[in-house]
């Protein structure tokens, strides 16, 4: 039964008062010495108590989309299938066995055998009926993982058939899942009105699985040696994904990529190291040292950790990167985080701090998603 289906969630709830009918229908019927019918009366209360609190988790994950399926709760699944050494993004990646190395591409990774997919819907009640979801075998990465996209209405309209689009990836907090955008955030039931009325750029909005290991741990987006490759699923094997599969535009002018939370982190310190695959970047209520996440391994590395923090990557630059990024957070939750990037960013890199004051919640998050978008669309206009 799925986690957040809605026939597991029926079941939390019809438990509830068939629990507490159950305990009242036997309280009075314990029989045996009192330490014996004292024990069963409180394992009747506790019993009681756990459906509740069953409940109310799973209307909360439900809401929420925290946890996607029931591996990602119990820290059982783990999406790794390799970790093999990880080509630069500006020399040819080796082809199939028999055939020559390919020549890079215009976005910035090397050519190679096209990843072509099949899409189905998600069947999850709480995301939009025109999500589409593909299950993907990283080539460079070794990860395997779930990718929901998004077509902007004007996709499909014979005005734009011969229209590439802008790509924005939207990566979700720690613990999260791939549908917490489109289902909690309703990125796509708020933008398709505004891309209707031209208020929006049209794009493609694109959600990876970022729960990659077992274990509740934190990858944090990166490259960890003999553990994972997740940056280069990340910046290589979804963005290549997308452009074999779909109208994208394959210049690094014409994409994006959005967090909140933990995944505000990865949009700041991706797009800063990746200015070869994005032009812009958001971060709602992050934090720029990985060691904030417990779960991280990169906070519990010291050499990692000092270079996937964003401010580290502005300063270790060869030269600044040509990223626009836009920090929003709360004084403690990720503002001062925000000015600290800021105070050494050199043009052509622009950050622009946005204070927050709600809490940190998704509804704090789903409120920024318009302004976000707007944001974005200045700094990757309609074409």
């Not at 024990?39 to 799973?58: G, K, W």
């Not at 189905?120 to 990465?141: E, F, H, I, M």
């Not at 720690?174 to 990125?187: A, D, F």
Request: charged share 15%; hydrophobic share 40%.
């Amino acid at each position: 039964m799925q986690l957040t289906g809605t026939p597991f969630l029926i079941c939390t709830v019809i438990l509830v008062p068939i629990s507490i009918a159950v305990a009242m229908l036997c309280w009075g019927r314990v029989r045996g010495p009192q330490p014996v019918r004292i024990l069963s009366r409180l394992v009747m209360i506790v019993f009681c108590q756990i459906t509740a609190v069953v409940m109310v988790f799973v209307m909360v994950n439900n809401a929420n989309l925290i946890y996607g399926s029931w591996e990602d709760l119990l820290g059982t699944g783990n999406h790794v299938r390799a970790v093999p050494s990880i080509p630069p993004a500006e020399q040819p990646v080796p082809a199939a066995s028999g055939t020559a190395g390919a020549q890079p591409t215009a976005g910035g990774d090397a050519a190679k055998p096209k990843l072509t997919q099949q899409f189905r819907g998600v069947n999850d009640p709480a995301v939009p009926g025109d999500v589409q979801k593909t299950d993907l075998k990283g080539p460079v990465s070794g990860v395997d993982g779930e990718v929901l996209v998004w077509l902007p209405p004007q996709y499909n309209d014979p005005a734009f058939k011969d229209k590439k689009f802008p790509v924005v990836e939207l990566i979700p907090g720690y613990p999260g899942s791939s549908s917490t955008w489109y289902g909690t955030l309703k990125v796509s039931e708020q933008l398709k009105p505004l891309m209707q009325q031209g208020k929006v750029a049209p794009f493609i909005l694109v959600s990876p699985r970022t729960l990659l290991l077992g274990g509740h741990q934190d990858a944090g987006c990166t490259d960890i040696p003999g553990k994972i490759n997740a940056d280069a699923w990340l910046t290589r094997d979804v963005p290549q994904m997308v452009m074999d599969n779909f109208r994208a535009d394959p210049s690094p002018e014409r994409w994006g990529i959005a967090g909140y939370s933990a995944g505000a982190h990865c949009a700041a310190k991706l797009s800063l190291a990746h200015p070869n695959r994005y032009r812009a970047g958001v971060a709602l209520s992050g934090y720029n040292d990985p060691a904030v996440e417990k779960d991280s391994l990169v906070g519990k590395d010291a050499k990692l950790r000092e270079a996937n923090n964003p401010v580290n990557i502005l300063k270790s630059a060869q030269q600044p990167p040509k990223v626009s990024l836009y920090v929003s957070g709360n004084k403690g939750d990720g503002f001062e985080d925000g000015q600290a990037i800021a105070a050494v960013a050199k043009a052509p890199t622009t950050v622009q701090v946005q204070e927050a004051t709600g809490p940190h919640t998704t509804d704090q998050w789903k409120a920024l998603v318009p302004g976000v978008f707007e944001w974005l669309t200045g700094v990757i206009p309609v074409q």
